[in-house]
């Protein structure tokens, strides 16, 4: 079973900045595409940003210039990197694992969310 534990949240002014990091247990992070979703109250969850194992990244349009996913092997993480952030940024954000891009296979693993408030 594979853990993920988030960790950066927290309450910022618009045009402030977070960064989110995500732990992941075991020894296969490195063949995993890594994902970040939000959920923001009352709306369904959101696909933000993905990171393939070899680099490639996929963001949102509605984040896009301002988010960075970027990832580190060596110490089984990946960030969110939050710049120029809105009220419509709050959300809970979610780690999770995308895909095995070994075998292809989809994967189902998330971790618990941690939460980003953008107010003044």
């Known amino acids: 079973q594979v853990q993920l534990v988030e960790s950066g949240g927290g309450l910022v002014q618009p045009g402030g900045s977070l960064r989110l990091s995500c732990s992941v247990s075991g020894s296969d992070f490195k063949i995993y595409t890594m994902g970040w979703h939000r959920q923001a109250p009352g709306k369904q969850r959101e696909l933000v940003a993905t990171i393939s194992s070899g680099g490639l990244r996929n963001y949102a349009d509605s984040v896009k210039g301002r988010f960075t996913i970027s990832r580190d092997n060596s110490k089984n993480t990946v960030y969110l990197q939050m710049n120029s952030l809105k009220a419509e940024d709050t959300a809970v954000y979610y780690c999770?694992?995308?895909?095995?891009?070994?075998?292809?296979?989809?994967?189902?693993?998330w971790g618990q969310g941690t939460q980003a408030t953008v107010s003044s």
């Open positions: 999770n694992v995308e895909r095995n891009d070994y075998d292809g296979h989809e994967l189902d693993y």
